[in-house]
């Protein structure tokens, strides 16, 4: 559970792969740099949010890691 509707999504993967962070509206496409490291800040709507995050390095192997984020308005 998040109160902040901005929600940094970072990690380290294989350098220069392709990051794909799809939600429930749109597909992000983001590429690591020459270390492996992405970041993208993506905007919370109220209650569950889903992220699905796809890692495809230039080798063919790929990776797929699933999140629920819980964002309210409210802190309780």
Do not use: C, W
Not at 10 to 20: A, M, R
Not at 36 to 63: M, P
């Amino acid at each position: 559970m998040v109160f902040d509707p901005d929600l940094l999504i970072d990690g380290v993967t294989s350098p220069n792969s392709i990051v794909i962070i799809t939600d429930e509206d749109l597909d992000r496409v983001v590429t690591t740099n020459n270390q492996g490291y992405f970041s993208y800040t993506a905007h919370l709507s109220e209650g569950i949010n889903q992220f699905q995050i796809n890692v495809f390095d230039n080798y063919g192997n790929s990776k797929s890691e699933f999140r629920s984020i819980y964002y309210s308005k409210e802190k309780i």
